[in-house]
């Protein structure tokens, strides 16, 4: 039996599969020190939950419109506008299962075969994939520590071809942490209406920032740059609500209208009572992300600095997201063969760089007890001594 050729080219998520094998070394009883999750290690705030309850209750368990129920993309409409200085209508907004689907419904909606689509990596290991999955080519734009992991307008050009359909931007940005300022996301977006190359910019860790950081939505930088660009985020993220499953776009009406109708021929609308849920999360207090976000930078903050005093590793300190990005290249190991190590010999799991495009680094989530931290670096530290 065959599968279709669309497939030829694609490879299960790495990041999930690690973190899949650390937890179940874990529900072992090994005591293994998970540095590979992706998800907030946070519960979902209570009143979000019981927004969701009492939707249950009142038996909303029925379809909404595929693009979800009004009163959200009403919500997320006034958060783009408060928060993000975002003109959409809400019926410009496409709440779906997660922000992975809105790429994924944004990416099937607009490129096709031929074109092409300019990733900054490191990056999110499905940007690539769901490019291919679209008969698309990505390419794929190397960043350096040195330029804090960032793509500059320059570079960007420079991988322009007659072809280039779209750029993906992701900032906060995984794995980086890196946040792009509003002047080279300004650079970056005239480059693209020079040649109007639509922008798919992922902003699900907008609020995972720290120090004075702040974040930016490229489509506010100039009108050109909004008719371009498809702004993803989600519920995720910021307000611990990983399993739930809920991200929303919003985007130009043309491209809005055709992911609805992708949505509506595929999963339909996302789950009925999860979306009064997020309902909540939008538009009661914001303290919970405030509460999380400040707990985060606590666990940054240590671990930059405990990586920065381990021998041989180097480590840019991130400004956004979860995640910090360490150098192993001085070891003369493949980031493969570094993390296989790390878990075999000592139980802590990391991501390594070659699932975003750099074989040099490994990934390190933060998003982990602070005991789980600090162990964690013990033993890495100490493995890094024996090689
Ligand atoms: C950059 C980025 N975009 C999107 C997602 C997916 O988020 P969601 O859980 O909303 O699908 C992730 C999750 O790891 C991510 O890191």
Redesign the pocket.
């Known amino acids: 039996m065959e599968l279709a050729p669309r497939l030829t080219h694609i490879t299960p998520s790495l990041?999930l599969s690690i973190d899949s094998k650390a937890k179940a070394l874990r529900a072992e009883g090994v005591a293994v020190c998970n540095f590979a999750a992706?998800?907030p290690d946070f519960e979902t705030p209570e009143h979000i939950k019981t927004a969701a309850q009492k939707a249950l209750h009142e038996n909303l368990t029925k379809y909404t419109p595929s693009a979800g129920i009004l009163e959200l993309r009403q919500a997320i409409a006034h958060k783009f506008k408060k928060e993000n200085g975002l003109d959409y209508l809400a019926t410009d907004i496409i709440v779906s299962?997660?922000?992975?689907?809105?790429?994924f419904n944004a990416i099937m909606a607009c490129v096709s075969e031929g074109d092409e689509v300019i990733i900054p990596s490191p990056y999110?290991l499905?940007y690539p994939e769901m490019v291919r999955l679209a008969g698309a080519e990505p390419v794929i734009v190397p960043t350096t520590a040195a330029n804090n992991w960032k793509m500059t307008a320059e570079d960007f050009e420079g991988a322009m071809s007659p072809r280039t359909k779209m750029v993906i931007i992701?900032s906060p940005?995984?794995p980086t942490g890196s946040v792009y300022t509003k002047e080279e996301l300004r650079a970056i977006a005239e480059v693209a209406a020079e040649e109007e190359i639509l922008i798919l910019s992922?902003e699900?860790?907008e609020h995972l920032v720290y120090d004075e950081t702040k974040h930016v939505s490229i489509a506010s930088v100039t009108p050109e740059a909004h008719d371009l660009t498809i702004t993803?985020n989600?519920?995720?993220?910021a307000y611990a609500m990983?399993g739930w499953?809920?991200?929303y776009l919003g985007a130009p009406k043309k491209i809005a209208q055709a992911i609805d109708s992708i949505q509506s021929h595929s999963t339909s609308n996302p789950c009925t009572f999860a979306q009064y849920g997020a309902l909540a999360a939008l538009t009661e207090s914001q303290q919970c992300v405030t509460d999380m976000r400040d707990e985060f930078n606590i666990r940054r903050e240590y671990m930059f600095n405990r990586l920065g005093t381990i021998h041989r590793i180097s480590a840019t300190k991130p400004l956004g997201?979860f995640y910090i990005l360490a150098d192993i290249s001085k070891f003369g190991m493949t980031s493969m063969n570094f993390a296989d190590r790390l878990l075999s010999k000592t139980n802590v799991a990391v991501i390594p760089g070659i699932a975003f495009g750099n074989d040099h680094v490994i990934r390190l989530s933060y998003a982990a007890g602070m005991d789980i931290i600090k162990e964690g670096l013990d033993r890495l530290e100490n493995f890094c001594r024996t090689l």
């Open positions: 990041t992706g998800e299962c997660g922000a992975k689907q809105s790429c999110w499905s992701n940005g995984n992922d699900i860790y993803v989600g519920f995720s993220k990983t499953r809920l991200g997201a």
